[in-house]
């Protein structure tokens, strides 16, 4: 085996290995924003979170991590959509943030 391909299939590795991260991750998030609009009374939409951003995050210890924002929509009369979003560093949820909405 040539070290181009050594290199190519740990490569793939690592991405599918990120994919699958990524993707567990991403339905932990969607549950826990559900589980967030059910607390308020408030009805998540599309079942569905969307990633918005995606960047490196240097903690106060100096460890790298990634921060993702994830955004969702939600409505609290069945009529009226607001926006939702998530900050996740790591695999920690760091703040969720809901757009001011009317209350019934």
Known sequence: MSLRSIFL???VFCAA???MRARELKDQI???AARHCDDLSLK???ES???KELKLHKSAQGGLHIKRRYEFEFTSTGEDRY???IIVIGRHIEHISLE???VE
Do not use: I, N
């Open 100 to 102: 001011t909405h009317r």
């Open 44 to 46: 998540l939409l599309d």
């Open 49 to 51: 979170v969307v990633l």
């Open 83 to 85: 926006q939702g979003e």
């Open 30 to 32: 969607l549950k826990y």
């Open 9 to 11: 299939t740990v490569l």
């Open 17 to 19: 290995w990120y994919w």
